[in-house]
């Protein structure tokens, strides 16, 4: 008998990400959708077969009775709606930052920690840390982490279609209404609030997270985040210590061989990650592979991956596949 799978915020760009994933990957189960009242009697196809929206609401999730429920619709949403999916037995894959941080949630890279997808809630980490964990974790098995430096170039598909639309209207003069400055023909050094730290809560959130899915809570870690002018795709430049001494050679064969990882690393002949390599797909891309030659045992890497897909809903899939 087929599992019930909830889908929540269906109508969102993460959401419909969702459905291309379940119908690439062949996932065969039975799905309710669910979304705000003003969605509810919209219809979509999954596997063929049509699906109506209802309303989420507390008597909608008691009677679906499902089995796993993808969260996309925001932190607000999750923390209220998560918890009575999970009183009903199903077990909640939450996109949002709501319960990364809880003690007792998992927050799960399949590549990397799937031992943590376990309880009720497991959390999507956020979709800058997801690729360099994808990266750093076979690393970490070969020379031990010392210190990582993270620097984002962040599409504006990771701020919503509001994002989007600020960039498209930018390029016609368009003042912006999401971000606090144009985006276009410009890079802003702010994704979400500042905290007393100095840090905004993206870059927090890059330190946290990834300490607590690598299990190595007194890493080192520092982070730098930015919004740029392109709709899809984030890319990270990665600065990490090891502590051992990193063989090039070995550091490129562990990830050519690492799950989810595609290495693109031939600088002399112009061969590197891009935005324009992900685009669309679920892999991590990596390259610029070489030798930070002005401290010891240290690396350079940039990494690129489509944030709506891996950074998002594909990790979120991945997770049900293992469950499932």
């Known amino acids: 008998m087929n599992k019930k799978v909830a889908i929540v915020g269906i109508t ?47 008597e909608n999730i008691r009677t679906s009775k499902c089995d796993f429920a993808l969260f996309s619709a925001g932190g607000d949403i999750s923390k209220r709606f998560a918890p009575i ?9 939450d996109n949002s930052s709501a319960f990364r941080m809880d003690d007792d949630k998992g927050l799960v890279v399949p590549e990397v920690n799937p031992h943590a997808a376990r309880g009720s809630i497991i959390a999507n980490p956020n979709c800058s840390t997801i690729p360099c964990m994808v990266v750093l974790k076979p690393l970490d098995d070969l020379y031990g982490l010392k210190r990582v430096v993270f620097s984002t170039y962040q599409a504006v598909s990771g701020a919503g279609t509001e994002g989007i639309t600020d960039l498209r209207e930018g390029q016609k003069g368009k003042p912006p209404q999401k971000f606090v400055h144009p985006i276009y023909n410009n890079l802003i050094p702010h994704i979400d609030s500042f905290l007393p730290n100095g840090n905004t809560k993206e870059e927090q959130k890059m330190i946290n997270e990834s300490r607590k899915i690598l299990g190595k809570p007194d890493l080192a870690v520092s982070a730098t985040t930015v919004r740029i002018p392109i709709e899809n795709c984030h890319s990270i430049s990665i600065n990490v210590e090891f502590n051992k001494k990193p063989d090039i050679a070995k550091v490129r064969a562990v990830l050519l061989s690492a799950q989810g990882v595609v290495v693109l690393d031939q600088p002399e ?18 390259g610029r592979i070489r030798i930070d030659e002005s401290q010891p045992n240290t690396l350079n890497m940039f990494v690129v991956c489509d944030n709506i897909r891996k950074g998002a809903a594909t990790n979120a899939v991945q997770i049900l596949q293992l469950l499932i």
Do not use: W
């Not at 969702?18 to 189960?29: S, Y």
């Open 269 to 286: 002949h112009n061969i590197y990650p891009m935005p324009i390599n992900a685009d669309d797909k679920d892999e991590v891309f990596v």
């Open 12 to 58: 969102g760009a993460v959401g419909q990400t969702f459905v291309k994933v379940i119908e690439e990957r062949k996932i065969n189960a039975e799905y309710v959708l669910f979304a705000s009242s003003r969605s509810a009697g919209k219809k979509f196809k999954i596997m063929n077969k049509e699906y109506t929206v209802i309303e989420l609401n507390d």
């Open 85 to 93: 999916f999970a009183e009903t037995g199903c077990i909640v894959i």
